[in-house]
């Protein structure tokens, strides 16, 4: 937990979550954000270099039983792991109490400009604890940038320019490509040289070029060696050829 934290270990309770709401079964997304959403959330999985974690997409976190659980379009938590038994109510979402410690990344993906990304939500954030706080505003609803971000230190935000977040070991990037059949610039983690974490499906496509590139290796390296073969049949029917005339001259071969 970091000392920079407003919420510390010994600040967490039991609390009664029987009144909390903890889905109310409400779509609320548009179809670039919930794609976006499950571009990070995939490639953690995929390819992620933690060895436990929990990275969801618009599930809600918990930070106080008399408060309404703020809902990030995407969260990374370290260190910690969905409890076996999910379908309790006390399971369903991101209890601060129940995980020791917040998320250490947020992401808020914009559509519109009432969402308060850069208001409520920044010191909803701050106040939960959340070590860093990204926002993604790819249609420039909140301004120029359209990628910001923050920075917890001690109870404030710091807007940054550094991608890399040093406390999670990983970076964001804005990339342009294709993912799910549709061309886009992306929200992507990456690592410290810009090279971004592989999806599932990007896994196996690396993967089946990988395998075809071996095959066109062993294809190569099998018509070298036919044709090495032919040059050594050719060479010795020239040599069988060249004995058989040194013999109708009367020169035995082997004398030369």
């Not at 999985?45 to 990275?55: D, E, L, R």
């Not at 969801?56 to 930070?63: D, H, P, S």
């Not at 990030?72 to 038994?85: A, G, I, R």
């Not at 060249?242 to 020169?251: D, H, K, Q, S, T």
Request: aromatic fraction near 10%; glycine fraction near 6%; charged fraction near 25%.
């Amino acid at each position: 937990m970091s000392e920079q934290a407003v919420i510390t270990k010994t600040d967490y309770w039991e609390p009664d979550v029987s009144n909390l709401v903890t889905e109310d079964d409400t779509p609320v997304d548009n179809f670039c954000s919930e794609k976006q959403q499950r571009f990070l959330a995939n490639s953690v999985y995929n390819s992620g270099p933690w060895q436990t974690f929990v990275a969801a997409a618009n599930v809600g976190i918990f930070y106080s039983s008399e408060e309404p659980a703020i809902v990030p379009d995407v969260f990374l938590s370290l260190d910690v792991t969905v409890p076996e038994d999910w379908w309790k109510k006390q399971n369903r979402c991101y209890m601060v109490w129940k995980f020791k410690k917040p998320p250490e990344v947020a992401i808020e993906i914009v559509s519109n400009k009432s969402g308060e990304e850069l208001g409520e939500k920044l010191n909803i954030y701050a106040k939960v604890g959340v070590t860093y706080y990204i926002v993604y505003d790819p249609s420039q609803q909140l301004g120029e940038k359209v990628l910001r971000v923050y920075e917890l230190r001690g109870m404030r935000y710091y807007e940054t320019n550094q991608t890399w977040l040093d406390k999670v070991g990983q970076g964001v990037t804005l990339w342009s490509g294709v993912f799910e059949g549709r061309h886009d610039v992306w929200l992507r983690w990456c690592d410290r040289e810009g090279n971004v974490l592989l999806t599932g499906s990007e896994r196996a496509q690396e993967a089946e070029q990988r395998a075809e590139q071996a095959e066109q290796r062993a294809s190569l390296t099998e018509s070298q060696l036919e044709q090495t073969s032919d040059q050594l049949e050719q060479e010795k029917q020239r040599t069988q050829l060249l004995a058989e005339r040194l013999l109708a001259l009367g020169i035995d071969p082997d004398s030369l």
